[in-house]
């Protein structure tokens, strides 16, 4: 195969990891430019060791950069979200102990549910002990 073909089946990789954000199908866009530059200097081969150089060059670099630049990147890493748990909120309703009420934190409404053993007063300050999903566990 000419050595532009690997060109172009190279950047149509390359377009499809920029689209898919994955850092999968970059490796293989290694794979093609390798080949065609290899194609470009002058190498001649058949057809069949062409799609063998490219496919091992692809997953060498696929299983030998791939973790460096994951670690380098820090793309393995789970960000961390804003933990709002040991913050005061606000009671908006009168809540009974173990119903479901409103609390403001954060100037948001949410749902809260009220984990203590006494019940929440309008206005009165309480603790978020927990988050789960849209509710708030509180306590006064």
């Known amino acids: ?3 532009w073909i690997w ?3 190279g950047f149509f990789l390359l377009s499809l990891e920029f689209a898919a954000t994955t850092l999968h199908v970059g490796f293989f866009a290694v ?7 290899l194609v470009g200097l002058g190498w001649d081969a058949p057809l069949w060791q062409e799609l063998l150089v490219f496919t091992v060059s ?3 670099a696929f299983f030998v950069l791939r973790p460096v630049l994951m670690r380098k990147l820090k793309l393995n890493d789970s960000p961390v979200v804003d933990s709002m748990i040991g913050e005061q ?3 908006v309703d009168d809540i009974a102990a173990g119903a479901r009420g409103q609390a403001e934190l954060r100037g948001s409404r949410w749902t809260a549910l009220n ?3 006494t019940p929440l007063t309008k206005g009165q300050r309480c603790a978020v002990e927990r ?3 849209l509710q708030l566990h509180v306590r006064g």
Do not use: C, K, N, P
Not at 31 to 37: D, L, Q
């Open 1 to 3: 195969m000419a050595w």
């Open 7 to 9: 060109v172009l089946a």
């Open 31 to 37: 794979g093609a430019f390798f080949v065609a530059i």
């Open 58 to 60: 692809s997953l060498v």
């Open 89 to 91: 909120a606000v009671a």
């Open 115 to 117: 984990v203590g053993d």
């Open 131 to 133: 988050i789960d999903g």
